[in-house]
């Protein structure tokens, strides 16, 4: 056996981190790291002291039938990359990477392209995240450069 990479280690890190989403759509994982140290992690579920969805058996976003990717807003969790930004420092987070993977909550399978939302890039870019390391299959990931999503505006209408 092998001695796996630095960033599959962080993933696999990350992946065993979205075991504790309470989420019954899709489980995120993700912890950011800087300087070869986990700074924090964090993990998608309702705010601290409310009712998750797993408690309650019940998701407003999926009973409303909207797809994956919109109206977060309805949704009752904070979302992991969010949660792992709120716990850490502004000066800890300055140039670290995040690392994420998402799994399906009845059958622990990784999610191939799942990527942050567009409030969680907004937090992401504010918190001064270099990188965004995402899982796809249990070796292969992609990695995003930040400046990235700062220079292809996704709030911006395509028009501009």
Known sequence: MGRIDKENYYLDIA??????????RRCYGAILVKS?????????????GRRNCVDLNYCTREALNIPSGERYELCRSVHAEANAIISAARSEAL???LYM??????????????TSCS????LIINAGIARVVIRDTRTE???VDVADWVREDDSLPRSL
């Open 15 to 24: 992946q065993t981190v979205a075991g504790r989403s309470t989420c019954l």
């Open 141 to 143: 990931y992609r990695v």
């Open 101 to 114: 993977a998402c799994v399906e909550p009845e059958s622990g399978a990784l999610i191939p392209g799942s």
């Open 36 to 48: 070869d140290e986990i700074i924090s992690t964090g993990y998608n579920g309702a705010p601290r």
């Open 95 to 97: 140039g670290a990477t």
């Open 119 to 122: 409030m969680c890039r907004r």
